[in-house]
């Protein structure tokens, strides 16, 4: 498997780019933000079936995607988001979520190790799982135009 990344280093990177594709950068800096997908969500907010970026649309949205098969999530990356809900609780312009994208470790990265990840964590915002349509890799990292998680 892929070595995973601490957080802070990957916002660094999607946010400076890497300058490794001279095709098209990774990320969407600049750009309206895609649409999520996940086959599965919990803790969504009451009458919503999915996370949906345009509900939200000028708040701060704050999209934390993971892999439950890399420890450094558990390490840093959870904590990291837990504190920054708990500081950002009562804010009304500011929403969170987090994702679960699958490009490999499919047999590991379930839902269930998701909603486990997130609640070892004492994380109670939207939690989703994306598999990608078909049991192929995550179609929200397709359209953030990534190569890997976050």
């Known amino acids: 498997m892929a070595r995973c990344l601490p957080i802070s280093l990957c916002i660094v990177f999607a946010s400076l780019g890497n ?3 001279a095709v098209r950068p990774p990320g969407i800096l600049a750009q309206q933000v895609p649409q999520v997908w996940a086959q599965a969500w919990r803790n969504l907010p009451a009458g919503e079936g999915m996370f949906d970026v345009q509900v939200h649309r000028g708040k701060v949205m704050v999209l934390f995607f993971f892999q439950s098969w890399c420890p450094g999530y558990h390490r840093r990356g959870f904590p990291a988001l837990a504190a920054t809900v708990a500081r950002y609780r009562d804010a009304q312009d500011v929403v969170f979520a987090a994702m679960q994208t699958v490009f490999e470790g499919f047999l590991v990265d379930t839902p269930e190790t998701a909603w486990s990840s997130a609640a070892q ?3 109670q915002i939207s939690i989703g799982h994306d598999l990608g349509p078909k049991g192929t890799r ?3 990292m397709k359209r953030f135009h990534r190569g890997g998680t976050p």
């Open 138 to 140: 995550s179609l929200t």
């Open 121 to 123: 964590s004492g994380l």
């Open 19 to 21: 300058g490794l594709s």
